[in-house]
């Protein structure tokens, strides 16, 4: 197995939908009063000779997104009024994510909604709220206020300039993030007494900044599982839950093993992020496109025009990476923005394999009985195998004994696997396979071949079917395993 590595693009991600506060400000709401003390005492002097002046202020960070092909940012608004901003909530709802957001780490209420409940008459009394709306083209993208500069000008008024630097992380997720920030400034600096709000945008490098001082956000941790093809594993925010379903679980709705994912605002849906050998889809009313997730060209999948995607594809060298949902209807728009950036995450290493696992092979069928041999439970030791009759024939008893011929490729050729010991016998018993049924047998051939190493395998047995007056018939049937190391 060609072993490659998908490279994460995550270095801090995940932080979709936080805030935070800039460190001019304490962490906790303060009530308008105890704002106006907090303002006047960070007010400070610049250039005496051109008049401008640092200013204080407060800030806060809302991840809202809303992408629009054509939108144009950075865009300014001020807020004067209560009514104003009930008025801006109203109108722009449907372009970006405005409602409330828990955080079930902390338990803090972090959403746009919930950072704007103390805005109320009290507080424009005293104070306006302008918001500074930008665009990244990466989630990781972080910002501070450094600053808000009061500069004079030649009508009386003044021009305000927020000074916000863009950190910048050496990698970063892609996908698009939009960002409301808060900023609060007394009133007497506020619309009423600006001409124009002229934001300065300095871009920094994130690795090794410090955090600002009051930042709060819902941060992220991985999750991963670990089988025959590789470790798969992914960044999710803390407002997730992941569930390991490992080889031979039956968690899965498919696949062989991965992660089975929940928000925690709505665990009644799930996302299935798993590895397999196979996958494959048909059927009308399915649209593909490509889009690059992961560093990877990932084909994302619909079916008959559903709001979202379906499935999402990562083909890779033998195996691949699925993601599947249980449909999703519980999900807000936000959450389904959180898939894609989980997605953007993920990360595959074949270097990192333990187990086994089983490849089909046209071999493992047997038409004429309608048998199919199928193994699970794969170990070094020894497996489960499985016959199965799939199908009704008029046919005889089908037999299947205890023997079995273990083979392993080398280079092109399969080889017999060399008996740890001489004249090794099995005992003469016959397990019967019922009429569209199953049975299973567990298979160990420590005593006859040892543990094996890491490679590919077949295993041999035969089903004897009785045609009457002691006649039969052998039907050998071989099926295919990966062992890893």
């Not at 300014?76 to 909530?89: G, P």
Request: aromatic content about 10%.
């Amino acid at each position: 197995m060609k072993k490659t590595a998908w490279v994460i693009l995550c270095a801090c991600m995940l932080s979709a939908m936080f805030t935070g506060c800039a460190p001019a400000a304490s962490t906790e709401p303060l009530a308008a009063e105890e704002d106006a003390a907090a303002f006047g005492t960070a007010e400070k002097s610049g250039n005496d000779e051109t008049g401008e002046k640092m200013i204080g202020f407060r800030a806060k960070y809302v991840r809202t997104d809303g992408y629009r092909d054509g939108e144009k940012y950075p865009k300014t608004v001020w807020i004067t009024s209560a009514r104003e901003l009930e008025e801006y909530c109203e109108d722009n709802r449907e372009r970006y994510y405005l409602e409330s957001r828990k955080d079930p780490t902390s338990g803090r209420s972090i959403g746009f909604m919930d950072e704007i409940q103390r805005y109320d008459d009290d507080f424009f009394e005293a104070f306006d709220l302008l918001f500074v709306i930008l665009e990244e083209g990466s989630g990781s993208v972080r910002h501070e206020v450094t600053g808000v500069r009061v500069l004079p000008s030649q009508n009386g008024k003044h021009i305000l300039r927020p000074e916000i630097d863009r950190l910048v992380p050496e990698v970063g997720t892609e996908d698009m993030a939009e960002w409301h920030i808060m900023i609060e400034v007394e009133k007497k600096y506020g619309q009423a007494a600006s001409e124009k709000v002229d934001p300065v945008i300095e871009e920094k490098r994130a690795d090794g900044l410090p955090e600002p001082a009051c930042r709060s956000e819902t941060g992220g941790h991985a999750a991963e599982v670990t089988g025959p093809y590789g470790r798969l594993s992914v960044l999710i925010p803390d407002t997730w839950t992941a569930e390991p379903a490992p080889m031979d679980s039956g968690k899965l709705m498919d696949g062989l093993y991965g992660l089975i994912l929940k928000p925690t605002d709505a665990p009644a849906d799930h996302l299935e992020l798993y590895c397999t050998d196979s996958f494959g889809v048909c059927g009308t009313g399915l649209s593909e496109e490509t889009r690059d997730l992961a560093g990877c060209a990932a084909v994302i999948g619909t079916f008959d025009d559903h709001a979202h995607w379906d499935f999402v594809a990562f083909p890779k060298d033998g195996a691949q990476i699925v993601a599947r949902h249980t449909g999703g209807s519980s999900w807000t728009a936000a959450i389904w923005n959180e898939t894609m950036a989980i997605l953007d995450s993920v990360q595959f290493d074949t270097g990192v394999a333990e187990g086994g696992a089983s490849q089909f092979i046209r071999e493992s069928e047997a038409d004429e009985i309608a048998v199919v041999m199928e193994v699970s439970r794969v170990t070094e030791s020894g497996l489960t195998v499985t016959f199965r009759q799939y199908d009704e024939r008029d046919a005889g008893e089908l037999i299947v004994g205890e023997g079995f011929v273990l083979s392993r490729l080398e280079g092109e050729e399969w080889t017999e696997v060399p008996p740890v010991i001489e004249k090794g016998a099995f005992n003469d018993i016959g397990y019967p396979i019922p009429t569209q049924g199953k049975v299973e047998l567990e298979t160990n051939w420590e005593w006859l071949y040892g543990k094996l190493v890491p490679g590919t395998y077949r295993i041999t047995k035969t089903v004897w079917e009785t045609t009457g007056e002691g006649a039969s018939r052998a039907y050998p049937l071989t099926a295919q395993f990966i062992l890893a190391g």
